[in-house]
């Protein structure tokens, strides 16, 4: 690459880390890529590491010795965040939302990229510092959701299916209650998919019981998985108890009443002032 001028180079370089979040980049790759002394290098990795943490975009960490180098961890503030969901909560309030049955509909939401990207920065900052391996969702809401967070922590993502398909060969297939209805139902996860003991984070966009994200566990038990942490863009709060105790939501919803029009979202347990037991999965 040709030597560039030091404004233009640290536009490329910011470029180049924000695409690769907690990938190590030693330093010799950048010397290499704009023809520069290391030194040089180091400098304007302290400017971008400067501007990172002011503008709460994320850390630059260095880390020194033969196989060192610098990673890029995104980060959001929480109050960042905050102000986000709280926008967000007062869209989701609208009356033409409600749907026949009591539902609530969210499907515009989980289809504007601009939303998930925000909601993918938030789950990254949540379990930042966790250690895991995989991204597991369930088809098929939660797959925006989980593929956006997976950008920002650079993690695989797994889906698991509601059936089982030729395409992905042999699986494995357990029988859940459903937490909502209290009916048998099925999901499965291609045997090829997952490795046995990975380190797995679950994603999805709804919890009302939470049926479902326990069958997920079930299911990953299979594969003497663990968890290491639940994330939910909403929980619903009409539910008299949870099957899943520790999880992390983003919204709360506790009540859509098709007479009066009226739907109550709050922000969920992520933003409560006290850490929240159900926060530490």
Avoid at 201 to 215: A, N, P
């Amino acid at each position: 690459m040709k030597k560039l001028k030091r404004s233009a180079r640290l536009v490329e370089m910011t470029q180049y880390l924000l695409f690769r979040p907690h990938s190590l980049i030693p330093l010799t790759t950048f010397a290499e890529r704009y023809n520069s002394a290391k030194s040089s290098i180091s400098e304007d990795l302290a400017i971008i590491k400067e501007v990172f943490e002011e503008e709460g975009l994320g850390e630059l960490n260095t880390l020194a010795g033969a196989a060192g180098g610098v990673k890029f961890s995104p980060k959001v503030p929480k109050e960042t965040s905050l102000k986000f969901i709280q926008n967000l909560c007062l869209q989701l309030q609208q009356p033409e939302r409600i749907l026949p049955g009591g539902y609530l509909y969210m499907s515009d939401i989980m289809g504007q990229p601009q939303y998930l990207n925000e909601i993918g920065k938030t789950f990254a900052s949540a379990f930042a510092g966790r250690d895991i391996d995989v991204i597991m969702t369930v088809e098929t809401k939660g797959i925006p959701l989980a593929y956006a967070t997976a950008t920002y922590m650079n993690l695989p993502v797994v889906v698991v299916r509601r059936d089982s398909r030729v395409t992905e060969g042999s699986a494995v297939s357990i029988n859940y209650v459903s937490g909502s209805n209290k009916r048998i139902q099925t999901m499965s996860l291609a045997r090829r998919a997952l490795k046995e003991e990975s380190k797995v984070l679950i994603i999805d966009d709804f919890m009302h019981v939470g049926g479902t994200i326990h069958g997920m566990m079930d299911l990953l038990a299979e594969f003497k998985a663990s968890v290491q942490g639940v994330g939910v863009f909403m929980e619903s709060c009409e539910a008299e108890e949870h099957l899943v105790d520790q999880y992390v939501s983003l919204a709360r919803l506790y009540g859509v009443d098709s007479k009066t029009k009226q739907i109550t979202v709050e922000p969920g347990n992520y933003f409560d002032s006290k850490e929240s037991k159900k926060g530490d999965a």
